[in-house]
């Protein structure tokens, strides 16, 4: 029996927007547009999606994340599509890579805070999105009010109890 996809639907305004893991076949994803932030596509794909690929390492060197000007003019082009259209956002775990990108989205076109859009996305997806603390630091530092700088670095213990969690839903 095949494993079920996992994701979640993190943002409905004109379009849904979901967040989730790397499929093996995009035919498995709930949309027809696809931003991709790990690079890998997956075998069984048939090239009918649109698909935008964005590699992007889960670092914890923050140097290698890519330029602000590069994810902004990535979640601006993700936009012409997910203004109208259902999109899907995944890297490999549909957390960190994902996470810092859909929160980057939710900020610029949905006009939340940084620090809301970061929130809103660990309700709806996961407590262990952006649980890579340089991804969470890189977009305070870049979107975020004075009042939005301090935050809990997400810690391994929060992480192993959510891994259960969600084994225990059947979400892993």
């Not at 891994?163 to 225990?168: A, G, P, Q, S």
Request: glycine share 4%; with cysteine.
């Amino acid at each position: 029996m095949a494993e079920k996809l996992d994701y979640d639907l993190v943002w409905e305004s004109s379009a849904p927007l979901y967040m989730g893991e790397l499929p093996n076949s995009y035919r498995d994803v709930p949309a027809q547009v696809i931003i991709n932030a790990c690079g890998v596509v997956p075998l069984l794909s048939v090239p009918s999606p649109t698909v935008l690929v964005f590699p992007m390492v889960d670092t914890l060197e923050a140097e290698y994340i890519p330029a602000r000007e590069r994810i902004e003019a990535l979640v601006d082009a993700a936009h012409v599509f997910a203004r109208s259209e259902p999109t899907y956002w995944h890297c490999h775990a549909g957390l960190n890579r994902s996470g810092l990108l859909v929160a980057a989205y939710l900020h610029r076109h949905a006009g939340l805070r940084i620090s809301d859009a970061i929130q809103h996305l660990r309700g709806a997806r996961s407590p262990m999105v952006l649980c890579n603390n340089v991804f969470e630091r890189t977009l305070r530092d870049w979107y975020g009010d004075e009042d939005e700088q301090l935050f809990t670095p997400f810690d391994l213990s929060t992480y192993l109890r959510e891994r259960v969690r969600r084994k225990e839903r059947g979400k892993e």
